[in-house]
């Protein structure tokens, strides 16, 4: 494996996460873009150095035959990326139409849940914090 392939796919990886944990729908998109192509990058680096064609015949080892699997597994996740991009982009572009932002809010619903969950404990103004119990 190339070091620089690792490294463009672990760059590939942190901008994408980055982007991924922004607000607008516009940055998630490319952000989990960018992590699929570094997924896909790993899984070609993972399938090793190149070979002859995977097409068997008479006077070839098939030893030295390149493994296919890797390619096959690749274009099916550039195919499934594309369709949930393409899901995502109408999403966006509803909410965009909807609100007049790509912005995504907090859900009201899920704050009351959180609250009802791990309730804030207001601290007493009477009970003197500084004072230490041994």
Do not use: W
């Not at 942190?14 to 997924?39: C, D, E, F, N, P």
């Not at 993972?46 to 995977?54: A, D, I, L, M, R």
């Not at 912005?103 to 959180?114: F, I, L, T």
């Amino acid at each position: 494996m190339s070091l620089i392939s690792l490294a463009v796919a672990a760059i590939l990886f942190g901008v994408g996460t980055y982007l991924i944990l922004q607000r607008a729908l516009s940055r998630i998109i490319i952000g989990l873009g960018l992590v699929s192509h570094g997924a896909n990058l790993l899984i070609v680096l993972g399938g090793g150095f190149g070979g002859v064609p995977p097409i068997l015949s008479d006077g070839v080892d098939p030893a030295a035959v390149a493994d296919p699997l890797p390619q096959a597994m690749v274009l099916t996740a550039i195919v499934i990326t594309f369709g949930v991009t393409a899901l995502l982009l109408a999403l966006a572009l509803r909410s965009y139409l909807l609100t007049g932002t790509d912005e995504v809010e907090d859900d009201p619903e899920d704050r009351r849940v959180a609250r009802e969950v791990h309730p804030v404990v207001e601290p007493d103004p009477d009970e003197d914090m500084h004072e230490v119990v041994a």
